[in-house]
């Protein structure tokens, strides 16, 4: 099943879902006016053929003590061998093939700054082939909009509108940092394996009650750290074409970081410090090389005081998860 295959009905499925995960097949069946049967066959389609997935996702940052992530590295001769080790790390979690800058970007999740000094210091540079680490330090994060926008794109190319907002979609940010108690994390956890999985089930795998797993995910989710919600993989979409770029203001030049979240192909900003002076890490997906390069030329680097100092364009993505 490819971009091709994939139809307004099936979208809107994914739409759905992403406004809320575990919504009941009977509920979204009566909100898109089809069938239980056929909303049940369709979401089995989709997730069995790694098109989408149900999963809790969050803000590493909007939790204390936490850190995050984005490294840049040079690998010569030994990729598959350094790509298998990195996704076996249970810090990172999201690993893409690249080119520019970059052989591979990977991001890690790290629960104290001790940690993270242990992962750039020792196990990155464990690596075979590794010849340079870029390091993209996360400060703040400004957009994740965990592809809401690509699947409103799609909508729109066949006659229909996205249920969901790229800002609805922005999960822990602008909340004040909140505790991440070990027996919430372990619920996260659980629930990132299947996010629409009972509550019974994920009891007894906790060794809890149903009623105390809908209590952990209430407070999540009330205190805005935390959205069970459908995410899609562009790549598998279609045509659609991924790049990262690090973006430095020129001194004294000030921006707003919504002008560049409000571009609709910009999917992904953090604010931070990284290789050559970057203040801003961009993640860019548009429908195809033409749009990619047109909303790079004259999207972002137009903006005032903007200069591009690190790209790399993504030719496939190994590993994503919110595990934490």
């Not at 979240?261 to 002076?277: C, K, L, N, Q, R």
Request: proline content about 3%; overall charge negative; aromatic content about 6%.
């Amino acid at each position: 099943m490819t971009g091709d295959g994939v139809s307004a009905q099936d979208l809107l499925i994914v739409s759905a879902l992403q406004r809320d995960g575990r919504m009941p097949f009977a509920a979204l069946a009566d909100l898109l006016g089809m069938s239980v049967y056929a909303v049940t066959e369709r979401y089995r389609r989709l997730v069995e053929t790694g098109l989408m997935s149900v999963v809790p996702v969050v803000n590493p940052l909007a939790f204390v003590g936490y850190r995050q992530i984005i490294v840049g590295l040079r690998v010569n001769g030994c990729r598959d061998e350094a790509l298998a080790m990195l996704k076996s790390m249970d810090e990172v979690t999201y690993v893409v093939c690249a080119l520019g800058d970059a052989d591979v970007i990977a991001e890690a999740v790290v629960r104290s700054a001790r940690d993270m000094d242990r992962f750039l210091k020792h196990d990155l540079r464990l690596l075979p082939g590794l010849e340079r680490i870029q390091v993209f330090s996360c400060d703040r994060l400004i957009l994740d909009d965990h592809n809401v926008s690509v699947v409103n794109r799609l909508l729109a190319s066949r006659g229909e509108r996205g249920l969901m907002t790229k800002t609805d979609a922005n999960v822990g940010c602008g909340v004040d940092a909140g505790v991440l108690e070990p027996h919430l994390a372990q619920t996260f956890n659980v629930l990132e394996e299947d996010g629409r999985a009972s509550l019974r089930d994920v009891g007894e795998r906790l060794g809890v009650t149903h009623a105390a797993v809908r209590g952990r995910i209430r407070k999540l989710e009330d205190a805005g750290l935390m959205r069970i919600m459908a995410t899609v993989s562009p790549m598998r979409l279609g045509g659609f074409r991924q790049a990262f770029l690090g973006l430095a203001l020129r001194p004294p030049q000030l921006m707003d970081p919504r002008d560049l979240a409000g571009i609709d192909e910009v999917t992904y900003v953090m604010s931070g410090v990284g290789p050559g002076g970057a203040d801003y890490l961009v993640e860019v997906i548009a429908d195809d090389d033409a749009s990619l390069w047109r909303v790079i030329d004259e999207s972002i680097r137009t903006l005032p005081g903007v200069e591009q100092v690190w790209w790399a364009s993504t030719v496939s993505v190994e590993k994503e998860s919110y595990r934490l």
